[in-house]
């Protein structure tokens, strides 16, 4: 079976622009979080999804937000983009509410210049 | 709010030799996981191992066990007979059992883990 997979791997935008990322859970799992990870720390928890519905929001500004498919899929976009920006956004998946184990995926290495 | 401390930035271990990695937290709560994950230059964030606060017992999986000290709100990992792909960065994360705030994992600042053939 295949693993969470996130698109693309690699993105470099410039600041003021928009992007989008994706994330396709492992099959049968419901809930989709999204992290971000600055370079040299821990991830930090930006949303969770569960049946097309956000279940939870970290400490981030309206710039940034997210949606769940039909599918379980996910997108997280990110407007007006920063310096700061410039992240590893991580994509974690689990079968359902309640479940404790995350699965991660490889993540998006997203370059602001 | 749970905060996770990881108080080594950086540990060495020599092949086949053991290396305990340290982890606290602070949280108010009395029913939560705790998760060790190495995190390889792939990226990928791979759980290693998982204790759940209720459970006495301390979890093992095959070469990594952890030491779960509830009272003193300390987590830490143990790696026996260290391998060369065991070299990663290993993040300490935390759960609230409940599903309140999205379930969210808190992580540490991570330990980066050198293994010396």
């Known amino acids: 079976d295949a693993g969470v997979t996130q698109s693309p791997t690699h993105l470099i935008k410039t600041r003021g622009q928009h992007v989008t990322l994706r994330c396709s859970p492992i099959?049968?799992?419901?809930?989709v979080s999204w992290y971000q990870q600055v370079l040299g720390q821990g991830p930090q928890f930006i949303f969770q999804?569960?049946?097309?519905?956000?279940?939870g929001r970290g400490n981030f500004p309206d710039r940034f937000s997210a949606r769940q498919f039909p599918n379980y899929s996910s997108e997280l976009n990110v407007n007006a983009l920063l310096l700061g920006d410039s992240a590893l956004y991580l994509c974690?998946?689990?079968?359902?509410?309640?479940?404790?184990?995350?699965?991660f995926g490889s993540g998006t290495r997203l370059t602001v210049v | 709010a749970q905060t996770v401390t990881q108080s080594q930035p950086e540990m060495s271990v020599q092949e086949a030799e053991t290396v305990t990695l340290s982890c606290t937290y602070d949280?108010?709560?009395?029913?939560?996981?705790l998760f060790w994950y190495k995190q390889p230059p792939s990226r990928q964030m791979i759980l290693v191992i998982r204790?759940?606060?209720?459970?006495?017992q301390n979890a093992t999986e095959n070469r990594f066990s952890v030491n779960f000290q509830k009272a003193a709100k300390s987590f830490s990992l143990k790696i026996s007979d260290s391998q060369l792909g065991d070299a990663a960065m290993y993040f300490c994360?935390?759960?609230?059992?409940?599903?309140?705030?999205?379930?969210?994992?808190?992580f540490g600042e991570g330990t980066q883990l050198t293994v010396n053939p």
């Open positions: 974690a998946s689990r079968m359902r509410q309640g479940a404790p184990g995350y699965t």
């Open positions: 099959s049968g799992h419901k809930s």
């Open positions: 999804y569960y049946e097309k519905e956000e279940r």
């Open positions: 949280t108010s709560e009395s029913d939560y996981y």
């Open positions: 204790q759940e606060a209720y459970k006495q």
């Open positions: 994360a935390y759960r609230s059992a409940g599903e309140t705030s999205g379930s969210r994992l808190t």
